[in-house]
């Protein structure tokens, strides 16, 4: 790889100095002037915005649901996705095919329609699940369990995605001579594929975190956003904005902003490191 | 591909285990756990939308899709994600190009900004936007409740699709083959279209199959930005919003069955290509 690059090395040209040109107007226009104007704005006089922000109760019963409900989700989501990467790789089963692409669905379906595909099973109202669940007492829609749904749907394809080229990638070499000398599937596990594939998981999981903390149309179907109860940091954000609170609306994003900001930087730099293992 | 991993015979090992390949009752225990909460999760809420669209007739179904708001605003969503993938697929082109085969410092950075709409919440995509391209733009570009806002907010929301599926096939493309087009006399341009292109024309179209489903499917960054103006600036997940609000979930059915049609299209079109490039690598 190395030697690929440094033999492609050219002078640089009129034309790499165009490209690069456009390349960094456009990223600078479409997205680092924007972000830096919202950073601007949070923190236009100090921290007093952010500070008032967190000193209402409301905003931080939201903060803090979003956290719950996005832990819940990546959660479900990491041992889902690290258990069907494995069996997609390792196993052979009929429907495969079809299973392996129906797990990327979730990346092409709009939230809405999420949110309203959950209110049709899982709704107290005439929803094909929701009734019976509730005389059992179990509320899913409008309440902490519908939203975990909604978010977990939306996230569902990154650790997969992640996790499976990684684990196509190491082979089953080790595995087997493992197994060889006697150890059980879980030691197997433990031992060999978990560390191989360690850190295909924390980019996954990162990655669902950034995604699961900014849901927002999906939510917003399923949570019915009452104030103090089901209403995330996302939809904080839009009603302090349409409520003319432009504020408060400012530093709420600023907050989301910074969190995700942040999933991304790590990712972004632990992955090289990887590359060159 | 699975098969690739472990050729029978190639193996060092005397025994095969039985493990692999075949599923083990732990194996497919799993299996069944794992397919259980993706039905319940995915593809029984998907078959829900579906039943309920058609549970009154397709008659009601495709008049409510067919109804003129609803046209208007599948038109627009659709004219604006086509649009906006047709940017994506020579600029996402043109990033990957020039993040893999350019050095430039800084060039980190850049590789963060691309990923940064991937991972900002939708909501606070819009607001970003709307800070430098709304009512108080410190450069005097207003687009808000406007066309152009769904376009900006796709062209924000769909930026790293592109980049990203064809940055890892041009890291890998052997460059001996582009020298031998130049030693050839082929300028720059000709080596690119005749011997880069072709190479990575899969990943684009899956980079563009990505990003069209995303701009169909989007609805957080136009809350804000777009105003949700009936007949203008209305996309296709806000009118199934307002079905739902308006407690007629019968109708939003009938039209997250037209979203869905799409996703499907989509996902169907990105396995094909997925195996094309698997056997082309």
């Known amino acids: 790889m190395a030697e690929h690059r440094t033999a492609h090395r050219r002078r640089a040209t009129p034309t790499t100095w165009l490209l690069r040109a456009i390349v960094v107007g456009y990223l600078l226009l479409l997205v680092a002037w924007p972000l830096s104007l919202v950073a601007r704005n949070a923190l236009d006089g100090g921290f007093g915005n952010v500070q008032a922000l967190l000193e209402d109760p409301d905003v931080v019963h939201a903060l803090r649901l979003t956290v719950v409900v996005a832990l819940w989700a990546v959660m479900l989501n990491t041992v889902f996705g690290v258990g069907i990467s494995i069996l997609l790789v390792r196993y052979r089963f009929p429907g495969k095919r079809v299973l392996s692409a129906l797990l990327d669905l979730p990346l092409s379906v709009s939230p809405v329609v999420v949110g309203l595909a959950i209110v049709l099973v899982y709704g107290g109202r005439g929803g094909w699940l929701g009734p019976t669940l509730e005389a059992n007492g179990l509320q899913v829609v409008y309440a902490t369990p519908g939203m975990v749904l909604a978010t977990a749907f939306v996230a569902l394809p990154l650790v997969i995605r992640e996790v499976v080229p990684v684990l196509e990638e190491v082979g089953m070499e080790q595995e087997l001579a493992a197994q060889s000398l006697g150890a059980s599937a879980w030691q197997r596990f433990r031992r060999i594929t978990l560390p191989s594939i360690r850190w295909a998981v924390v980019y996954g999981v990162v990655l669902s975190l950034a995604r699961s903390l900014g849901e927002f149309g999906a939510v917003k179907i399923v ?17 302090k904005y349409l409520n003319f609170d432009k504020a408060g609306a400012y530093a709420t994003a600023f907050l989301l902003a910074l969190v995700s900001v942040a999933c991304i930087t790590v990712v972004s730099l632990v992955r090289p490191k990887e590359g060159t293992r | 591909m699975t098969a690739t991993v472990a050729p029978a015979g190639r193996s060092v090992l005397r025994r095969r285990p039985a493990g692999v390949g075949a599923l083990t009752p732990a194996s497919g225990a799993g299996l069944g756990v794992a397919m259980l909460w993706f039905s319940l999760l995915v593809l029984l809420p998907l078959s829900a939308v579906v039943l309920r669209a058609a549970e009154g007739g397709w008659g009601e179904a495709w008049a409510t899709i067919t109804n003129a708001q609803t046209l208007a605003a599948i038109r627009l969503t659709v004219l604006a994600a086509l649009g906006v993938t047709a940017v994506n697929v020579v600029m996402g082109t043109l990033i990957a190009w020039v993040l893999v085969r350019d050095r430039f410092p800084g060039q980190r950075f850049l590789e963060v900004l691309i990923d940064i709409p991937f991972a900002l919440p939708t909501i606070v995509a819009g607001l970003v936007l709307l800070s430098l391209y709304g009512t108080d733009s410190p450069i005097g570009i207003d687009v808000a409740n406007n066309r152009s806002a769904v376009v900006l907010a796709f062209l924000f929301v769909t930026l790293p699709f592109v980049v990203r599926t ?20 082929a300028s720059r341009f000709t080596t690119f279209r005749r011997i880069v292109l072709p190479s990575i024309t899969p990943a684009i179209a ?6 069209f489903a995303r701009g169909v499917s989007e609805y957080g960054s136009l809350v804000l930005l777009s105003g949700n103006l009936p007949f203008r600036t209305e996309v296709t997940s806000a009118r199934i919003l307002s079905s739902i609000e308006n407690d007629n979930l019968s109708g939003a059915a009938a039209i997250a069955t037209v979203l869905l049609l799409i996703s499907f299209t989509v996902i169907l079109v990105l396995d094909l290509l997925q195996r094309r490039m698997v056997r082309r690598g």
């Open chain 2, 206 to 211: 899956a980079g563009a199959a990505l990003s």
């Open chain 1, 223 to 239: 949570s019915g956003n009452v104030l103090g109860e089901t209403r995330t940091a996302t939809l904080v954000v839009e009603e």
């Open chain 2, 166 to 185: 064809v940055q890892p096939v041009l890291a890998e493309l052997d460059p001996e083959v582009e020298e031998a087009a130049a030693s050839l006399g």
